[in-house]
C-alpha cells in the first residue's frame, strides 16, 4: 500500500519550462509542459498505489484524465521548500491517521519514469524511514517519508546543484534508515529533450518535442 503525490503547475503559456525559450515559444513550452505531465500521471495510474494525489498549481485542464483515479488539490503559497512540506501535511494529515503510510512525491520533469520505479520507492518505504532519488542535475526527482515532516524540508536550499546532497544531508540526520533508489535525469532543457526523444520516443513528451522541432525546421 502507498500513496503518491504529483505536485505540478498547470501547463499555462509563460508559466511553465521557461528554460526552453528560446526557441520554444510559451505555447510550444505549454505544450511540452503539459505531455510531460500527462506522461508522469500516467506512470503513476499504472502504479500499485491505492491513492494517487496531483497536488496543483493553477486550475485544472483537459489534459487531466478523470479514468486516473487522481484527488486533485491546490498548492499553497511559499517556497519550493515549504511546498513540499504542505503538500505531505495536507495529504497525510498533520497528525496522520497510519503513521506508518508509505507516502512518496514526485514532480513533472520526469515524464520517462516508470510505474515499477514509484513501485520500489514505495516499497522502501516498508523499511525505511524516508526514501530519496536524486537527479543528474545535483537536484532530486522523487521524495517519500512515512509521516508528515516540516522540519525535512524547510530551509533546504532548492533549485540549485546541491540540492539533491543538502536534502539527503538533512533525511540522514533526522532519519536512521533513508533509502536510495536510482538517479534520474530531469527534463528542463532543449538538449535534455533531445535526450528524451533518442531514448523514450513513445513518450507524448517525445512525439510534442519531435513536432516542435519539425516546425521550426
Known amino acids: 500500500m502507498g500513496i503518491v503525490i504529483v505536485l505540478a503547475k498547470s501547463p499555462i503559456p509563460g508559466m511553465v519550462k521557461t528554460r526552453l525559450g528560446p526557441p520554444c515559444t510559451p505555447l510550444e513550452a505549454a505544450r511540452i509542459a503539459e505531455a510531460s505531465l500527462v506522461d508522469t500521471l500516467a506512470a503513476v495510474a499504472a502504479s500499485s498505489a491505492v491513492r494517487r494525489v496531483l497536488v496543483l498549481d493553477g486550475p485544472i485542464g483537459p489534459w487531466l484524465d478523470s479514468t486516473l483515479g487522481f484527488e486533485v488539490t491546490t498548492q499553497r503559497n511559499g517556497g519550493l521548500d515549504c511546498r513540499l512540506a504542505d503538500a505531505f501535511d495536507d495529504v497525510l494529515g498533520v497528525e496522520p491517521s497510519n503513521p506508518s503510510e508509505a507516502c512518496v512525491l514526485i514532480a513533472m520533469d520526469t515524464p520517462h519514469v516508470l510505474s515499477h520505479q514509484v513501485d520500489g520507492a514505495i516499497a522502501a518505504l516498508h523499511t525505511a524511514d524516508a526514501v ?86
Do not use: N
Open 132 to 217: 530519496l532519488g536524486l537527479a543528474d542535475d545535483g537536484g532530486y526527482w522523487l521524495v517519500g517519508l512515512r509521516r508528515p515532516d516540516r522540519e525535512a524540508f524547510e530551509g533546504v536550499p532548492m533549485s540549485t546543484d546541491r540540492t539533491g546532497a543538502q536534502q539527503l544531508s538533512r533525511l540522514q540526520a533526522r532519519y536512521s534508515k533513508v533509502a536510495m533508489i536510482g538517479p534520474m535525469r530531469d527534463i528542463d532543457a532543449c538538449a535534455d529533450l533531445d535526450w528524451l526523444c533518442e531514448s523514450h520516443p513513445h513518450l507524448r513528451t517525445s512525439q510534442a518535442w519531435q513536432a516542435i522541432r519539425a516546425a521550426h525546421g
